[in-house]
């Protein structure tokens, strides 16, 4: 699968931390002041999203937008084509894939991608991009749900903030309801290069990513092998441009 995408467990400009993560995607775009798009669909379009999003990437060397989907919608192949980045914010997954399957925006995220743009996304729009999802889009409950599958595999956000993460998702992967996967951090990424994990980000310190694998006895969870990490957090210390 040719195309960059982004992967974050959680964070960024989400939570207000650090601006390294969200620098460290506009980075990967070959333009020297991107196009950022938002999608903020998981969240109903929330203007409290949309704020944090406008707060934190007005500030950068960028240029951001958003697409809504709950207010009048601008036209979606011109509005995508002109994107360097499409970041995709968190929510309920299942409901943001369905509003998206209605206006047949995968097909365009896949042609956007093919062409150089760089995809992101937080949470929900971490999972979106794999083969299956670990969600709580029904409330109380962590379940598989079906993806885009621009990634192979499944994967699971929050894997350490919120610890029952870790247990079901072994489970489902033992039980063979997903196939082995990826498991993020809130503060980490993982970058990925033509379907291959190609690097992990941490934001800050102690975060990571993980590869979750079926075994004879259950299911394995260990840090994604031989691949970089890149520890931002250093870089920030160090006294970062982020201007």
């Not at 994967?155 to 309801?177: F, I, M």
């Not at 993020?184 to 990571?208: C, L, Q, S, W």
Request: aromatic residues 10%; proline residues 6%.
């Amino acid at each position: 699968m040719d195309g960059q995408i982004i992967a974050l467990g959680g964070g960024g400009f989400s939570d207000s931390s650090e601006p390294d993560l969200d620098v460290y995607v506009l980075e990967q775009s070959l333009v020297t002041k991107p196009k950022i798009g938002f999608i903020p669909t998981a969240s109903g379009d929330a203007d409290s999203y949309l704020v944090k999003f406008y707060s934190r990437f007005t500030a950068l060397n960028c240029e951001p937008s958003h697409l809504p989907f709950f207010r009048r919608t601008p036209g979606l192949e011109e509005w995508v084509k002109s994107q360097s980045i499409i970041y995709v914010g968190g929510g309920n997954t299942k409901s943001m894939l369905a509003v998206w399957q209605a206006w047949a925006l995968p097909a365009l995220l896949m042609k956007a991608m093919q062409s150089g743009t760089v995809l992101a996304g937080i949470s929900a729009g971490a999972i979106c991009w794999f083969e299956y999802g670990i969600t709580d889009s029904n409330a109380g409950l962590l379940e598989p749900l079906e993806c885009l599958g621009f990634l192979p595999g499944s994967c699971c956000p929050h894997y350490s903030k919120e610890k029952e993460r870790k247990p079901a998702y072994e489970r489902l992967v033992s039980s063979g309801a997903v196939p082995d996967g990826m498991a993020i951090d809130d503060g980490a990424a993982i970058h990925f290069k033509n379907g291959a994990p190609y690097r992990v980000v941490a934001g800050t310190h102690g975060v990571g990513a993980y590869q979750i694998t079926r075994t004879t006895n259950g299911a394995t969870t260990q840090s994604v092998p031989r691949v970089e990490t890149v520890q931002l957090y250093v870089r920030h210390g160090a006294g970062i441009d982020v201007s």
